[in-house]
């Protein structure tokens, strides 16, 4: 035993219970999906757009999007269906390591491949300047996209991490920061989040009047991830839907019901999950000063990074305590550029790393101050879209019970560390 192993030996972990946090289900059932997006794309605007013969560029995310494989698939076949070829883009700014191979082993982690989605999937990082905003910035777009003979715009719409507006995380942002790949992304970003609330929309408007846009589909999620909305909307129509389908979204939001808390056990970040790694607006753990939102924690521990993020520790600098095991997992190459690009720095900082799951959590609850060492509030959650199954402390045990929205599931017990002090359910995983 070294230092480390003497100074947290002492430190009591509490018991945890299961529970199960209950949010509105509504959703849209997976096996209608493909035909939800077929009637929305025929009843739209879009529908008139699409012409035989044309390429139609769809655009691809970065994010863990519900059924974003099968949404994507919908639309490439409608396409078709219409006598146009379409083939996808990577729509991720600087995600992937800001590299065209980065960013389709992104796309291959959702299930997104040449094979999946039977057509073209073309990844560059060039782009085409298609005239300044109007403050004066050069507006970039994919080059593919940009000399396609139109663009499908297909995101998910809900709220943004690093700051608030009418337009916020959705199909304004998929355009200006999605599209615009590295170049743009680094544009938008460079005089910080503060100005996003003006220049999301104001590039959107470049893209709307330059760009061969065709239209968007907008997809809602409910609090448990799943698809609640799909709708689809012409071009002209983006600009005035959009603010009221994120307001729509704000009130579907999940979130932690124990507030305020010590320790918060995150098992898992990463990039699918959120733009932060864990979503804020469910940790309370902003990279900017320009939202709020989400539950107070004194101290926040990350254990792991997920699979899908390749890497990708962004949002490892918004907990106090991660493990070895993450921090092995981080990739400088693949982290960085998007700081290097968004210009927030916190986020991709190193926290105190300890050994295993066990000392990471022991240290979080030393450190805490003023706090019931007996019975701490402690609250811990695979990741940040996965929020309906947690596990709270015993002294939380009074405030579950008396929340109608909450069911406790589980007995009292103790945190179920293997050998290694690592959790033997680490990410869900049945004990």
Same mark, same amino acid.
């Given at each position: ?240 839907? +959009?603010? *009221?389908?994120?307001?729509? $979204?704000?009130?579907?939001? #999940?979130?932690? =019901?124990?507030? !305020? ?124 879209? +996965?929020? *309906?199954?947690?596990?709270? $402390?015993?002294?939380?045990? #009074?405030?579950? =019970?008396?929340? !109608? ?27």
């Amino acid at each position: 035993m070294g230092a480390i192993s003497e100074l947290l030996a002492d430190v009591k972990l509490p018991k945890m219970v299961e529970i199960r946090q209950e949010f509105d289900h509504t959703h849209l059932e997976v096996s209608d999906i493909p035909r939800i997006v077929h009637d929305e794309l025929a009843a739209s605007g879009i529908d008139a757009r699409i012409k035989p013969g044309m390429e139609i560029a769809i655009t691809a995310g970065s994010r863990g999007v519900s059924n974003i494989a099968m949404v994507l698939k919908a639309i490439a076949d409608y396409v078709k269906e219409k006598g146009a070829t379409p083939f996808l883009v990577p729509a991720m700014g600087s995600h992937g390591g800001a590299t065209a191979e980065g960013q389709l082993e992104v796309l291959e982690a959702f299930g997104i491949t040449p094979e999946t989605m039977e057509c073209e999937i073309r990844s560059s990082m060039q782009t085409v300047v298609l005239g300044p905003s109007e403050n004066g910035k050069p507006v970039h777009c994919d080059k593919h996209a940009a000399e396609s003979d139109g663009i499908i715009v297909c995101g998910r719409v809900k709220t943004h991490t690093a700051f608030r507006g009418p337009y916020e995380s959705g199909i304004c942002k998929m355009m200006g920061i999605g599209l615009g790949k590295q170049k743009g992304a680094e544009v938008l970003h460079q005089d910080g989040f503060g100005q996003m609330v003006d220049e999301v929309p104001m590039f959107a408007r470049v893209f709307l009047e330059k760009a061969p846009i065709l239209g968007a589909l907008a997809l809602v999620e409910n609090a448990y991830d799943q698809t609640r909305e799909i709708i689809a909307l012409d071009k002209d129509e983006i600009m005035d839907e +959009e603010p *009221g389908i994120l307001a729509r $979204s704000k009130t579907y939001m #999940p979130r932690i =019901l124990f507030d !305020p808390v010590d320790v918060l056990i995150v098992d898992e970040i990463g990039k699918n999950c959120s733009g932060d790694g864990m979503d804020p607006n469910i940790t309370g753990r902003f990279a900017t000063p320009f939202a709020t939102g989400g539950i107070k924690a004194q101290r926040v521990a990350v254990l792991d990074l997920t699979d899908e993020t390749h890497g990708n520790g962004n949002g490892l600098g918004l907990a106090e305590v991660t493990t070895m095991r993450a921090y092995k997992k981080f990739d400088f190459e693949k982290t960085y550029p998007n700081s290097i690009t968004n210009t927030v720095m916190s986020v991709v900082m190193i926290p105190m790393v300890l050994y295993n799951d066990k000392q990471a959590i022991q240290e979080a609850l030393k450190s805490c101050n003023f706090i019931d060492r007996e019975n701490p509030r402690v609250v811990r959650i695979v990741n940040t879209m +996965e929020v *309906g199954r947690i596990w709270i $402390s015993e002294a939380l045990l #009074p405030e579950a =019970l008396a929340n !109608p929205q909450v069911t406790v599931v589980g007995e009292p017990q103790e945190f179920p560390f293997d050998e290694e002090g690592n959790l033997k359910n680490l990410k869900g995983k049945a004990y």
